[in-house]
C-alpha cells in the first residue's frame, strides 16, 4: 500500500469514531496528507529500502501526540482554559525525533487539566470517552492517546508519566505503554514540564497496540540516551527470576484488587510457570502499602539544591496570579470556575501536605529504603508482576470518590524504575484488564521482552466492540 493510502485510511477511522470518543482535540489532516504525498515520492526515488530503513525507521507511519507535548500548529493548554490561545511553534524534543525517523502526526490528543488526574476532561476540550464502553473513563493524563490507539484511530503515540499518566490509560483502554527507567527518554516541551525534584520522576513514553513497536519507538524517542538501556541484549525468559505481588498490602486510601484483575494476573503466573518452568516467587513488601503517602511526599520534597517543588496552585495560574484552590472551590460550587474539581481538590491537598514536614520527611526516607529494596530483589535478572490499577475502567466522575487509587502505577514515578504495562483480554463486562511489568533501573528490556511473550499468550490489543 502507499503512504498516502495509509494515512487516508487513519483521518478516516478518526472522522469516524472522535465524534463518539472525543480523543483527537485538533487534528492537522492537511498537512499529514501532503506528508504521506512526499514519502511516497521519496519512494519511488529511493535507490533503495535499506538506506531508508536505517535514515527512516518510522517512515509513514501515522502516530498521535498528547496536547500536553509540543506539536508545531498544534494547540499546547493541557487543557488549561487561560492557555486555550497557545499555539505550539516549535516541536517537543521526542517529537521531533519521531517527525525525523519518518513519522506523520495526525493531531494531538486530549488530557486531563494540567496532566494532573486520572479521568481525562477538562474545560478547553471536554471529556474522553473510552472506546470499550463511551461512559467509561480513558485514564489520564494521556487518556486521549491511550483511547485512540485502542479505537485504531492511530498507529503509535507519545505520552508522558509522573504518577501513571502513560500505564493507566494503557491499562483502561487496553493497549500497551512505557513507561522507561528516569532520565533515558527527554522530557523537553511539554508543558507542566517537572521542575526540581520531580524531574526524577516525570516520563515520556511510547503507547501502541502492538507490543512489538515499543522498543523501535523507545529507541527512537530516546535518542543517545538509548545507550544508557541494554536494548540489544538477547533476553532468555527461562532465565528472568519473576515475582508476584497481588496488592500493595491494604492501604486505607486505595480500593482492594477487583477479582477479575487477580485472576488475570493469576493466570499468568500460571501459564509462566508451565510454559517457561519457571518458579514464579509470591513477595509481600510492606512499604508499598504506604505508596500513596510516599509518591505525595516525595513529589513535594525538596531537591538536592533546596529548591522547593513548584507548587500545583502556582501552575493553574499559568504565569498570572496563583490560583486560591479554596476560593476556586467556592467558585466552582456555583458553576463559576474554570477549573476541573479535581485540579482544585489537589491544590487544596498540597496545601495540607505543607502542614506536616516532619512526616513527609519520614515518607521521603521510606520512599528511599523502599526503592533500595526494589532494585536489590529485582537485581539484573528480576521482574515483578503487579497490577496496573485497584479497579477496570470506572465510570466517569467516580474517580472523585477514590481519588489515591493511582498509587498503584504512582509509585514507580518515585521509586524510578521501568515499567511497561501490558493488556490481558477482556473483562466479564467487555473492559480491559492487564499488567504492570517492573524491573531495576536501565532494564527496560526484560519488561519488553516480557509484554511481547505475554501479548502471544493472551491475545494483547482485542478490537473495542468485538463480542
Not at 501532503?34 to 535514515?55: H, I, M, N, T
Not at 472506546?131 to 484511530?153: F, H, K, N, T
Not at 523507545?218 to 532465565?239: D, I, Q, Y
Amino acid at each position: 500500500v502507499t503512504c498516502i493510502e495509509v494515512v487516508e485510511a487513519y483521518v478516516e477511522r478518526i472522522k469516524e469514531v472522535n465524534p463518539l470518543i472525543n480523543a483527537v482535540v485538533k487534528d492537522r489532516f492537511e498537512e499529514a496528507l501532503q506528508e504521506a504525498r512526499q514519502v511516497d515520492k521519496l519512494l519511488s526515488e529511493s535507490p533503495g529500502d535499506d538506506y531508508l530503513e536505517e535514515k527512516f525507521p518510522l517512515l509513514g507511519v501515522p502516530i498521535t501526540v498528547k496536547e500536553a507535548f509540543s506539536l508545531h500548529g498544534m494547540p499546547n493548554t493541557s487543557g488549561l482554559v487561560n492557555r486555550r490561545n497557545v499555539i505550539a511553534t516549535s516541536d517537543a524534543t521526542v517529537v521531533s525525533r519521531l517527525k525525523q525517523a519518518g513519522a506523520i502526526p495526525l493531531g494531538v490528543t486530549n488530557c486531563s487539566e494540567l496532566c494532573m488526574w486520572y479521568e481525562s476532561s477538562n474545560r478547553v476540550y471536554g471529556r474522553t470517552n473510552n472506546p470499550y464502553d463511551l461512559q467509561r473513563i480513558v485514564g489520564g493524563s494521556s487518556g486521549g492517546e491511550g483511547g485512540v490507539l485502542a479505537a485504531a484511530c492511530s498507529v503509535i503515540g507519545v505520552g508522558s508519566d509522573i504518577g501513571g499518566s502513560i500505564r493507566m490509560p494503557a491499562f483502561f483502554n487496553g493497549v500497551f505503554g512505557h513507561k522507561p527507567t528516569t532520565g533515558v527518554v527527554p522530557n523537553d516541551g511539554q508543558f507542566p514540564n517537572a521542575q526540581g525534584v520531580r524531574t526524577s520522576f516525570l516520563c515520556t513514553g511510547p503507547m501502541c497496540r502492538y507490543a512489538e513497536d515499543l522498543e523501535p519507538m523507545l529507541r527512537v524517542m530516546a535518542g543517545p540516551g538509548v545507550n544508557k538501556l541494554k536494548l540489544n541484549e538477547k533476553v532468555s525468559l527461562e532465565k528472568i527470576k519473576f515475582h508476584c505481588m497481588d496488592h500493595d498490602g491494604g492501604s486505607i486510601f486505595v480500593s482492594p484488587v477487583d477479582k477479575e484483575i487477580l485472576q488475570a494476573q493469576k493466570k499468568v503466573v500460571e501459564h509462566l510457570e508451565s510454559e517457561l518452568g519457571v518458579q514464579v516467587r509470591r513477595v509481600a513488601i510492606h512499604k508499598m502499602k504506604y505508596s500513596f503517602q510516599i509518591w505525595s511526599a516525595m513529589m513535594s520534597s525538596k531537591d538536592s539544591d533546596g529548591q522547593e517543588a513548584q507548587l500545583f496552585s502556582d501552575l493553574l495560574g499559568d504565569h498570572g496570579k496563583p490560583v486560591w484552590p479554596l476560593w476556586e472551590l467556592m467558585k466552582w460550587l456555583v458553576g463559576m470556575s474554570s477549573h476541573t474539581l479535581p485540579a482544585i481538590a489537589l491544590g487544596l491537598t498540597e496545601k495540607l501536605m505543607k502542614l506536616n514536614p516532619g512526616g513527609n520527611a519520614k515518607l521521603v526516607s521510606m520512599g528511599k529504603s523502599l526503592q533500595e529494596e526494589m532494585e536489590a530483589l529485582l537485581g539484573p535478572d528480576g521482574v515483578l508482576l503487579y497490577p496496573s490499577h485497584p479497579t477496570i475502567a470506572p465510570r466517569h466522575h467516580s474517580p472523585i470518590c477514590m481519588p489515591f487509587n493511582f498509587a498503584y502505577t504512582a509509585i514507580f514515578n518515585v521509586l524510578g524504575l521501568p515499567v511497561t504495562q501490558c493488556p490481558l483480554g477482556l473483562s466479564s463486562e467487555g473492559l480491559p484488564l492487564g499488567i504492570q511489568l517492573v524491573a531495576a533501573s536501565y532494564n527496560d528490556h526484560l519488561t519488553l521482552a516480557v509484554a511481547q511473550y505475554l501479548e502471544k499468550a493472551f491475545g494483547g490489543w482485542v478490537v473495542p466492540g468485538k463480542v
